[in-house]
């Protein structure tokens, strides 16, 4: 697997995400705040207009692309940077190809199986999350057999459907999906496992920062969690990870400097 450890900078344009939610609604602050992404070194954006916290409710399509149109459309007016859109909806990648548009990030892993024909025709990457129910119940006492072994077989499982349907390797990443129907035990375990994920042979993300995995160790609040997701960040990089999700780009691309250190110790 390539070494590289890429940061995938968050812009959710939602009204109750649980570090973000309503920060970002206008198009003049998406658009700034994408700005601010870039210029701290972010290697891609990744936007979304459904909130996917404990408890949320589906946002439909259309609600989607309204939000999101107008600020891909004009990111793509200043930055031929790496777009990945955050939702499960075909409607909404089908919509958004015009923009040139690089990564769907799929909570569902292919729920919607219209994806995976956009996918292979446009040769976009497809990020497969795995999450226990929805994100309205996937809370409600998530229970495994074995955490590491249950979702590993299952995003080897959504990775071979891609590769069936023609989707070339290189453009399939896994994510384990911290937080998505895991206790905080299910999320350490799998943070100290993620090295098996990688052996898999895709790229794998990490979705960390500053969640209740965080925040319940630290006992802090969401808005006191950047240097508990960076304690986090360097565990996943010393175990493999090829992307960081995180909401604090600047912070996370200083500690990348230290990643050979970090993975040779």
């Known amino acids: 697997m390539n070494s590289k450890v890429e940061i995938m900078g968050v812009l959710n344009i939602t009204d109750n995400s649980f ?20 210029n701290d070194g972010a290697d891609i954006i990744d936007i979304g207009a459904e909130s996917s916290k404990p408890g949320s409710d589906p946002v439909s399509s259309t609600d989607q692309i309204r939000k999101i149109e107008p600020l891909v459309e004009a990111l793509r007016d200043i930055s031929n940077i790496t777009i990945s859109i955050d939702t499960r909806s075909s409607k909404v990648i089908s919509h958004l190809l015009k923009y040139k548009i690089n990564i769907v990030n799929d ?7 219209d994806l ?3 996918v292979k025709s446009n040769r976009l990457s497809i990020s497969l999350m ?21 979702i590993y077989g ?3 499982n959504r990775a071979e459907l891609c590769i069936n349907h023609g ?26 496992n993620l090295e098996k994920f990688s052996n898999m042979g895709y790229r794998v993300l990490s979705g960390i920062s500053r969640k209740s995995m965080i925040g319940d160790v630290l006992n802090k609040p969401v ?3 950047l240097y508990g997701s960076l304690a986090a ?23 990348l400097n230290f990643k050979e250190l970090i993975r040779n110790s």
Do not use: C, W
């Open 116 to 118: 995976l024909d956009i």
């Open 167 to 192: 989707i070339d390797k290189s453009n399939i990443i896994i994510d384990p999906g911290f937080g998505f129907g895991k206790t905080l035990d299910h999320n350490y375990e799998i943070l100290n």
């Open 233 to 255: 960040s360097v565990i996943a990089i010393k175990n493999s990870t090829s992307i960081l999700r995180v909401h604090d780009v600047r912070e996370t691309k200083m500690l």
């Open 154 to 156: 299952y995003l080897k």
């Open 19 to 38: 570090y973000d939610g309503g920060k970002f609604n206008s198009l003049k602050a998406s658009i700034d705040h994408a700005k601010k992404l870039i």
């Open 223 to 225: 808005t006191d969690r």
């Open 130 to 150: 795995h999450m226990l129910g929805t994100p309205k119940t996937m809370q409600i006492n998530p229970i495994y057999d074995n955490v590491v072994d249950d």
């Open 107 to 113: 909570i569902s892993s292919l729920e919607d199986k």
